[in-house]
Each structure stands twice: as C-alpha cells, then as structure tokens.
C-alpha cells in the first residue's frame, strides 16, 4: 500500500482513560495546588516492580524557557498545542505575536490557562476541533507524542489538522531506538495514584518509521537544552 493511501486511513479516537486521571488525581492536585512538586510515571509490568520515571511538572507550570521561545521562533501561526496543560507554550507563541490555540483533557489544566487570560479548549485532540486543516503547526511536545498509547493514530490525527504547507513538531525520548507503548500510572511523593492509562514512548526512528505509515516525512531533527526534537511534514505525492 503508497503512503498516499495510507494517510488517507481514518483512525478512530482510542476509547481510553487519559494521562492522569482518576484514582487520587495526583496531576491536577498538585496543578491546582501550584507548587513545585515531583510527580512519577510508572509504567505497570506483570512480572516486575513498576518502572518510575521523574516528571518535570515545575517546568510544565513555569513560563516558557529559552529553549521553549527558541522552538517558537523557528515556526509559524497559527499554533496549536496538545496536551497543553497550564498553557505556557501558547502564552510564549502570543507573546510573539502569532495566533496559538492550546487543548488539553485536564479540567485542572484548563482553568489554571484561563485563569492566567490564556485561550484553551478543555477537549481530546480526537474531538473535532477549530480549524481542522489550517493549522500551520501543532505542537506534541513534553513528551505528548505519548497521548493515547497509539502514536500512529495520533501522529494520523495532527496531520488532518495542519494545513498543506503545515508542520508538526514532536519532542522525543533521548533514546534513538525508542519504541514502546505500556499501560501506566501517575504517582505523587505522598502515594497518591491515579487511574491507569496508555501512554507511549518515541526516539527518532520510531517516529520516522510511524510517521511515514500516515503520510508525514520529517524535515528536521534537532536537540537542544537536553531535549530533542523533530519537525513532520506532509509527504511528497
């Protein structure tokens, strides 16, 4: 089957519990209680103890870095960005003067954007959205490539939603190889844990291998600060 025909393939949205919900809500907790606090990603195993990884929730709430306006700067409007929680990527995309819509499915998330003056659709990127078509970037980044557990069936989604000449930019995992999709959870210092959920992980040539599957080829690649990056296009036809 031509590329062409396989980015032409619908993708229904994954009927699925979100990143962090449920359960005690360690994410929006400690959102909406605005401190610097830690917060771990397990990935659940059958045969092991969980797998804990540390997540950068200050950065997630804090202003948009160097590294952040950098990214920026290298793109055009309009922006929307998935998985936006508290909005600082789209706070940092107006403050350049571009149009930028984020979405995110955490209500907590939602309302500390909107508190802030901020413009953000409490939605999954699977419902239907503004603009579809016409976006010149979206934005899969603090390791959002992860939403849903399917990344093919994302990557699919955030290609409807750029225009022709549009561009999906996606931070990856350091690891090259990276590939794995796993059930996880979300778990506080405290010990509160959320319900489980999908999630993903994609280094460089998982997302080449899956991007070329929903029509997309990448442009270019880059790391800076520690964190890695890969800009998607449309395929050639």
């Not at 092991?48 to 920026?72: F, G, M, T």
């Not at 999954?124 to 399917?150: H, K, M, R, Y």
């Not at 599957?213 to 395929?235: M, T």
Request: glycine fraction near 10%.
């Amino acid at each position: 089957m031509s590329i062409a025909n396989d980015s032409d393939r619908t993708y229904a949205r994954p009927v699925r519990a979100n990143f962090g919900a449920g359960g005690l809500e360690p994410y929006a907790s400690a959102l909406r209680r605005g401190t610097a606090e830690v917060l771990y990603l397990q990935e659940l195993r059958h045969d092991r103890e969980p797998k804990s990884v540390e997540l950068d929730l200050a950065r997630w709430s804090a202003d948009a870095d160097q590294i952040d306006y950098q990214l920026l700067a290298s793109v055009r409007g309009p922006v929307l960005d998935v998985g936006c929680g508290p909005a600082r990527m789209v706070r940092a995309a107006r403050d350049l003067g571009m149009d930028a819509l984020g979405i995110d499915v955490s209500l907590a998330a939602v309302e500390i954007a909107r508190a802030g003056g901020v413009e953000v659709l409490h939605a999954s990127i699977f419902d239907p959205l503004p603009s579809e078509g016409a976006w010149q970037t979206v934005l899969l980044v603090d390791e959002n490539i992860g939403i849903g557990g399917d990344a093919t069936a994302l990557l699919a989604r955030c290609r409807e939603l750029i225009s022709a000449d549009g561009e999906i930019v996606v931070e990856l995992h350091p690891d090259f190889n990276r590939d794995r999709t796993y059930t996880g959870r979300l778990v506080d210092a405290e010990g509160a844990v959320s319900a489980t959920f999908p999630w993903a992980e994609l280094g460089l040539k998982g997302l080449v291998k899956r991007s070329a599957r929903v029509g997309l080829r990448p442009r270019q690649s880059w790391s800076a600060g520690g964190r890695n990056f890969c800009r998607l296009a449309k395929s050639l036809t």
